[in-house]
């Protein structure tokens, strides 16, 4: 059965950025943040917290119902999506659709960055944040 990546526990983060570096140097063979198509940020004001973003893998996701190309689309395991590169038009409508304001935008390629629901990250965090779940 298909699993999808989803934060089991936010308030454990530590933002130590594991899984953020883990996904990054997998999907773009880079080392830092900036690719990662999941965000850790601390809350302003509040010491020690931390916010946690990741792609909701939704079925029927409105960043793919708001590209007017189709070069983002629901993911063939039926949840999530995918990106066609060569249709974007760098439109960002996408970005602006999330729901859930989880899907990056890579500034060097201008293009979304998806989650592949790998579980990299998952396998990096310390202080086990995240999961994998699996997905009816």
Request: charged letters at 25%; a positive charge.
């Amino acid at each position: 059965m298909a699993k999808k990546l989803i934060v089991k526990d936010r308030e454990r983060c530590i933002g130590c950025y594991s899984c953020m570096f883990a996904c990054t140097r997998t999907w773009h063979g880079a080392v830092g943040i900036e690719k990662s198509a999941m965000r850790v940020k601390n809350y302003p004001g509040v010491e020690g917290a931390f916010s946690v973003r990741v792609c909701q893998a939704c079925k029927d996701p409105e960043c793919a119902a708001a590209c007017p190309t189709g070069a983002l689309r629901v993911s063939k395991r039926g949840f999530g999506v995918e990106l066609v590169k060569e249709l974007c038009t760098h439109c960002r409508k996408c970005i602006k659709a999330c729901a859930a304001n989880a899907l990056q935008w890579d500034e060097q390629e201008q293009v979304p960055i998806v989650c592949h629901h790998c579980g990299v990250c998952v396998r990096y965090c310390p202080t086990k944040v995240l999961a994998m779940e699996e997905v009816d």
